[in-house]
């Protein structure tokens, strides 16, 4: 009798491999910013943008996830050599205890030696100052984007506003008129 030279192995109907994967949230995995400061640019010129590690508690990383951070009023500060996040507001987490963190205390920015020095010397220009634009998740980790910002005044605003709605009206013509050319 011939002996049989290949296994033939079927595969067993596991009850895991029948239950489809449960989605990731979009602002946990990375793919969502978690928070974003749009009064930012309205507000400022924003020259430079740097990226800085936020030094959280568990409970301020629970609450990001679920999409309760606020960066409107906050601002950044270096003081002896060290990068700090000011008035940034991370609201308590649902499930917290007693233990739940301050929502508004001073998170310590987590940056090089070389970037806070470089940092130091563009905000102690005349006007010149640390605004975070954006909280995310990258590789699991909390990340802040700093911009090195000056402060507009109100004509300037309102030529930025002009501008933005000259392109919006020149794109708005530029579709209208390919819309009627191809019909």
Same mark, same amino acid.
């Given at each position: ?46 020259? +430079? ?52 963190? #301050? +929502? ?49 005044? #109100?004509? #300037? ?27």
């Amino acid at each position: 009798m011939a002996r049989q030279t290949s296994h033939v192995i079927a595969a067993k109907d596991s009850p895991a491999a029948k239950k489809p994967a449960k989605p990731r949230d979009p602002v946990a995995s990375g793919e969502r910013d978690a928070a974003h400061n749009r009064a930012a640019s309205h507000n400022y010129f924003l020259l +430079e943008k740097f990226e800085a590690g936020v030094a959280l508690r568990g409970t301020e990383v629970k609450s990001i996830r679920e999409g309760k951070a606020n960066l409107r009023d906050s601002y950044g500060l270096i003081k002896d050599g060290e990068a700090f996040l000011l008035n940034m507001h991370i609201g308590p987490y649902s499930h917290g205890n007693m233990a739940n963190h #301050d +929502e508004t205390r001073t998170r310590k920015l987590l940056l090089h030696r070389e970037e806070v020095r470089k940092l130091l010397s563009k905000t102690q220009i005349k006007g010149h100052t640390l605004i975070p634009t954006r909280l995310y998740f990258r590789k699991g980790r909390v990340k802040c984007e700093l911009a090195v910002a000056k402060g507009k005044q #109100d004509w #300037d605003k309102r030529e930025t506003e002009r501008r933005r709605e000259a392109d919006r009206e020149s794109s708005a013509a530029i579709k209208a008129n390919k819309h009627k050319n191809n019909s």
